[in-house]
């Protein structure tokens, strides 16, 4: 069964420093994974995906992250955090043979102070 | 492109009522999928439709149903209402296409149950 993990419940950064979201997933066969951020009372922003090609994809707002096959991981990173960038952050994996049902990880509220 | 919508933002109901949630996907989206998010467990697949029949289903029982109109517009329904019922209820969008796609998701109903 496919399932992702996200192991931080929380992440702190200061501003200016860079950030990593941790995800790790597990899939019977080729991973389809995604980002989505969720600022309070709002719904989910797509971010970010991977589906085949280089290991490092670049999102929106800056973000991006590392595919690595062997860690089965997909973190995800930013170079400079940003106040706004404190958000509940979710890695997904897609189902591939039922393409449309997807599995969210726990979420990682990341805080990124002044 | 407009957006996800859902309708209503907000609801209060009792122990014992039902409810119907409304859900307008994005103009061209033929899947719509339903996702129940609480703090304590997080987000939950409800169920998938696509072209009027449920495509996928979560783990959730039977007082939870849905459907989907021919013009893709979905509504949900949750019956003999609990407590335990109170969250947040996202409606999710996307293309039924290869490679796949992204989930676009709306701001949600609050559901809350007194």
């Known amino acids: 069964a496919q399932s992702v993990a996200q192991p931080e419940d929380q992440v702190n950064v200061a501003e200016g420093n860079p950030l990593t979201v941790k995800c790790t997933y597990s899939v019977s066969g080729n991973p389809y994974l995604f980002w989505y951020v969720q600022y309070p009372n709002r719904g989910l922003q797509f971010l970010l995906k991977y589906i085949t090609g280089d290991n490092l994809v670049k999102g929106s707002y800056g973000f991006e992250a590392e595919f690595n096959k062997s860690q089965t991981s997909f973190h995800l990173k930013k170079p400079s955090a940003l106040v706004s960038d404190s958000a509940l952050y979710f890695c997904a994996v897609r189902d591939a043979p039922n393409f449309n049902k997807f599995y969210f990880g726990s979420g990682t509220k990341l805080n990124v102070k002044p | 492109k407009a957006g996800v919508t859902q309708t209503p933002r907000y609801l209060i109901k009792t122990r014992g009522q039902q409810v119907t949630l409304s859900c307008s996907p994005i103009s061209g989206h033929r899947s719509v999928s339903w996702y129940q998010q609480t703090p304590g467990q997080g987000l939950q697949f409800l169920f998938e439709y696509f072209s009027e029949t449920q495509r996928n289903k979560g783990n959730f029982p039977g007082r939870f149903s849905g459907r989907q109109f021919s013009n893709s517009r979905s509504e949900m329904n949750v019956s003999t209402l609990e407590l335990g019922d109170s969250a947040l209820y996202l409606c999710?969008?996307?293309?039924?296409?290869?490679?796949?796609?992204?989930?676009?998701f709306g701001d949600g109903t609050r559901l809350s149950i007194l």
């Open positions: 999710a969008s996307s293309p039924d296409s290869a490679p796949p796609q992204p989930q676009h």
